[in-house]
């Protein structure tokens, strides 16, 4: 049995010219309006008060446009698809097809293989157009990341055996650390101190983390300082220890927009590793909506060509209005939903997948409405 790939027809060609040309410019449109108000003006302002030139100015609006491009993708697609299906079904043009006999799955065949190619866009968008973007404004701006983190090494039983407090960190280098070392004895469920330690500076290797110039202050079982000692040099979290503490002080301070999906996944395994509830949970929510995000292009483009199925004479504002509302609600939602699943409330992946669920519903009821 040898398959054949289904014939593309004339019919398949325009309509997925018009959606695509629809799609386009709805796209232009939101990146237009997304990017007017604010970051065009002040970077228009920067560039008048002489802070970069023109190419600079001009690189910056572009970096900008990954970021914007990963909304701009769905809302572009249904905004296309509900213009073009409504203007067909306002010429009677729907109506014709259904007359031939074609099916509404065969109606919306070439809307599906588009929304296919945008979903894939829309993923590497997120995956690697955003994160690049970052680096390179990083660059424009000769900004360096800085990062202030607490790390704590615990044993087997979950207990504290050190804290490091990192007070700043820039390309691997320390500076103002403070590291607790907690003794063997518990005192009324609390570990008592032995040793703290203040070093004005350090550098995480991968192996290692290395201080220097340090003041010791020992303590006794009683919570006394006991000692006051110098060090020129002192090594702490050893191992495999020294490059999860460097990767969760690094990635604590990026937007997750910033970071990649392979780099995303590695943290969250790190903080799960970690027993950092909160943080696990809010990372995961958001590395599952990687995925999910770019579906819902071919959820959108499927409930734009319903909401653009209407009658010669049915109202058209009443389309675009709901179309509108979902998208508005999408994106409103998306924040309330991140901080359920920070919390603990729901899970992550209850909070990633509910967009999907919601939409499809949404399909199916808009789908025996319109009795196709």
Not at 40 to 49: E, G, S
Not at 109 to 117: D, R, T
Request: hydrophobic content about 45%.
């Amino acid at each position: 049995m040898t398959f054949k790939f289904p014939k593309i027809t004339i019919y398949d060609r325009y309509i997925f010219r018009q959606v695509t040309l629809s799609s386009l410019v709805a796209i232009l449109l939101f990146t237009i309006v997304w990017i007017a108000p604010e970051i065009l003006l002040n970077t228009v302002k920067d560039a008048l008060a002489g802070q970069y030139g023109l190419k600079t100015a001009m690189l910056l609006l572009f970096y900008e446009l990954p970021k914007i491009l990963d909304k701009a993708f769905p809302v572009g697609l249904l905004l296309g698809t509900l213009f073009t299906f409504d203007k067909l079904s306002k010429d009677s043009e729907i109506t014709i097809f259904r007359a031939v006999g074609m099916s509404f799955p065969r109606i919306i065949a070439p809307v599906m293989v588009l929304s296919i190619i945008f979903t894939f866009l829309c993923f590497i968008t997120g995956d690697k157009g955003t994160p690049m973007a970052a680096v390179k404004m990083d660059e424009i701006f000769g900004s360096v990341r800085t990062a202030q983190y607490i790390y704590t090494q615990k044993n087997d039983d979950g207990l504290p055996l050190m804290s490091v407090i990192v007070s700043k960190s820039a390309n691997r280098k320390l500076q103002n650390v403070i590291v607790l070392d907690f003794s063997n004895q518990v005192y009324q469920d609390v570990h008592q101190l032995s040793n703290i330690y203040s070093a004005k500076s350090g550098y995480a290797y991968d192996d290692k983390w290395v201080l220097d110039d340090i003041v010791n202050y020992v303590i006794s079982n009683d919570g006394v300082y006991i000692d006051i000692k110098k060090l020129k040099k002192m090594e702490i979290l050893n191992g495999e220890s020294a490059k999860n503490a460097y990767i969760l002080m690094t990635y604590s301070s990026m937007k997750e927009r910033n970071i990649t999906n392979k780099d995303l996944k590695e943290y969250v395994r790190l903080l799960k590793k970690e027993n950092l509830s909160e943080e696990y949970n809010g990372k995961l929510n958001k590395y599952l909506q990687r995925f999910f995000h770019p579906l819902v292009c071919i959820l959108l483009a499927i409930l734009g060509c319903l909401l653009g199925f209407s009658k010669p004479r049915e109202q058209r504002l009443i389309g675009f209005t709901i179309a509108i509302g979902c998208i508005f609600v999408y994106y409103i939602t998306l924040p309330f939903f991140d901080l359920l699943a920070e919390k603990g409330i729901l899970s992550p992946y209850i909070t990633a997948t509910f967009p999907i669920i919601a939409f499809t519903a949404a399909i199916c009821g808009f789908y025996k409405s319109k009795d196709l």
